[in-house]
């Protein structure tokens, strides 16, 4: 199945894209298995944003095919 | 309203979703603004001009040139005073019917709660982690809403939280302890972007004290204002979150 993961602010520039297709074997992988594919092993950053289909959602959420994932960095300056 | 204030706020009058009932509870309404920096500059400004009758702004710094990009309640004569008092002091310019009140004091522990009680609502212009989540803990505990912003670089996020009605700060940033951040000092941020946010922020605020549906309920508003491109996402209420069931509806208040 596909998926589509964007990435912003500083998450696309720590990735080097701005967005990908992912194509895995199975349904049902969850945000943070595809995150660790994407990112190479390494673990998720603390608080990041993650939104599937414009809600956002947490990393055990598990993924279908055609599901658009996104990841923002926090944000807190004032 | 007297003759002078029908005139002050006649182009509010005018509004149907704001009109002279409308106005009156703004007149009536109490506000606390934590942060008096880039988002709380524009926040308090126009807070005070549309007539908010009671403004609490808190913020513990000082004036500090590397602020004047951007910190639009203050200004180069500034320079070293209390941020709290500086924007008090621009807001009352703007406004003198407005009972504005500096607390140059940082927003933590029993303070944060007594003066989260004592309003209608919070807005949190602050810029870091241990105050965000501290105004949210108040926020939940008191049954008060909280209108959230940040900025950094060339984007700026809102969002709107309300006592059982949704998840809360927390819901959306779970983890605590383990805080990676982009913020301004770090990052930089582009002057009118930190004004746009604060601005949102205020209209956000207005429509909570007006009773006023909006569409940022519960939901997160990320603006990139380098591309233009605007997103609204739902917020999903975590069920292990320490909110869930703790929001303390109050009980004088239908915001
Ligand atoms: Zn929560």
Not at chain 1, 21 to 45: C, F, H, K, N, S
Not at chain 2, 12 to 18: N, R, Y
């Amino acid at each position: 199945m596909n998926i589509k993961v964007r990435y912003f602010a500083s998450m696309r520039d720590r990735m080097g894209r701005a967005e990908e297709t992912v194509t895995v074997d199975r349904e049902g992988i969850t945000v943070e298995e595809l995150w660790r594919r994407v990112a190479g092993g390494q673990e998720m950053p603390p608080n990041l944003l993650i939104a599937v289909n414009m809600e956002y959602t947490d990393a055990s959420r598990q993924l279908k095919s055609g599901d658009e994932v996104a990841f923002f960095p926090p944000v807190t300056g004032g | 309203m007297d003759d002078r204030q029908l005139q002050r706020y006649s182009r509010h009058l005018l509004l149907p979703e704001v009109g002279p009932e409308g106005q009156e509870r703004l007149l009536a309404a109490r506000v606390l603004l934590v942060g008096a920096g880039g988002l709380g500059s524009p926040a308090a400004l126009y807070l005070a001009a549309s007539g908010v009758g009671e403004l609490r702004i808190a913020d513990p710094d000082r004036v500090e040139l590397e602020n004047l990009q951007r910190q639009i309640a203050h200004g180069t004569a500034d320079l070293g005073r209390s941020k709290a008092r500086s924007a008090a002091e621009s807001a009352r310019a703007l406004n003198p019917e407005v009972q504005v009140q500096a607390l140059a004091e940082r927003a933590e522990g029993a303070r944060l709660a007594a003066w989260a009680a004592e309003v209608d609502l919070v807005l949190d212009a602050s810029d870091n982690f241990p105050t965000r989540y501290a105004l949210n803990e108040a926020c939940l505990a008191a049954g008060r809403p909280l209108v959230s912003g940040a900025v950094a670089g060339w984007r700026g996020q809102v969002a709107v939280f309300t006592p059982g009605r949704g998840g809360c700060y927390r819901c959306l940033y779970p983890q605590e302890e383990a805080a990676e951040e982009a913020t301004c000092a770090a990052q930089g941020v582009l002057s009118p972007a930190a004004g746009t946010v604060g601005c949102l922020m205020a209209v956000e605020a207005l429509k909570v004290l007006l009773g006023l549906e909006t569409a940022l309920r519960g939901k997160l508003l990320q603006a990139d204002l380098l591309a233009q491109r605007w997103r609204v996402a739902r917020i999903r209420q975590d069920p292990a979150c320490p909110c869930a069931g703790r929001w303390r509806a109050r009980e004088d208040s239908n915001l």
